[in-house]
């Protein structure tokens, strides 16, 4: 069985400061940020904020919710 999740567009920047700010990351959220990585379309800064994700996730400081 697939689930099917539903995300709204919104720029990487935007998405990157709402999950600093809440400490959370949900699913729509990693989908959204693996759709723009896959689709190769990141900046340097953009790139520059999602490593600052993966850093505080692997240290602690963000959940993974979903």
């Known amino acids: 069985m ?8 919104i720029p990487i920047e935007a998405l990157c400061g709402q999950i600093m700010v809440t ?16 689709n190769d379309t990141l900046s340097e800064p953009e790139q520059i904020l999602i490593n600052r994700l993966l850093y505080g ?10």
């Not at 996730?57 to 979903?66: A, E, K, P, W």
């Open 23 to 38: 400490g959370r990351i949900t699913i729509s959220d990693r989908y959204q940020i693996r759709s723009a990585l896959l």
């Open 57 to 66: 996730i692997r240290h602690g400081l963000l959940r993974i919710i979903d």
């Open 2 to 9: 697939k689930s099917q999740y539903r995300w709204h567009s």
